[in-house]
């Protein structure tokens, strides 16, 4: 999986992402995963870069049709990630360079194929928004149970490209929705870590991190080394 330039990838006409992340040989196709909290600087740009990391970690180059972005309700437009954000990535051994915030457009939803939010109000704002958004966009927590709750065997393998097996999780994932409800209203949260101290960070990129592991095995089909 190859960061569009300056981490994102939106732009007029023919991006960045969209070119290097065309490998000779493979199709052209992209799957867009949007990360989105309220001020782009601390939960979504963790989110972002720990989702490139953990899928570079297992396909490498075959994780090139993955394009994984981020963005703000109330974003901080050109704004650096939070310094206890870059030290949360830094203990996952993930790359913080680069990252400038942005806020929530249209034309960010419009593109995306699976939007992953921190919070159900910043998922509400999202559909608000329309461009029939609601069957693609989900909380990090809700995808993650919905997830879990998805048999393998049923989505298209690795070999078929990881950009179809991420088109038919998403679908899969809508399908199970009102069926799996959460079991608390808190469940789905990513609390918002700005302004804590670094303790506090770390807890929250756990947090991220356990939710992301079953999205990426699922999203890749290979688990995570132990």
Known sequence: MTAPDAGRGIGNGESAAEITTTFVGLPRDSFRILHVSTGNVCRSPITERLTRHFVSQRLGVLGGGLIVES????????????????????????????????????????????????????????ISMGHSAGLRTFTLKEFTRLVKAIDPATLPPLEDGVVARARALVRAAAALRGWLLAPTAEADEVYDPYGAPLTFFRSVGDEIHQALDPVVTALTGVAART
């Open 71 to 126: 963005a703000g309700t109330w974003g901080h437009e050109g704004a650096p990630m939070e310094a206890n954000a870059e030290a949360v990535l830094a203990d996952f051994g993930a790359d913080a360079s680069g990252f400038v915030g942005r806020e929530l457009l249209d034309e960010h939803v419009i593109r995306a194929d699976l939007v992953l939010t921190a919070t159900r109000d910043h998922r509400a704002q999202v």
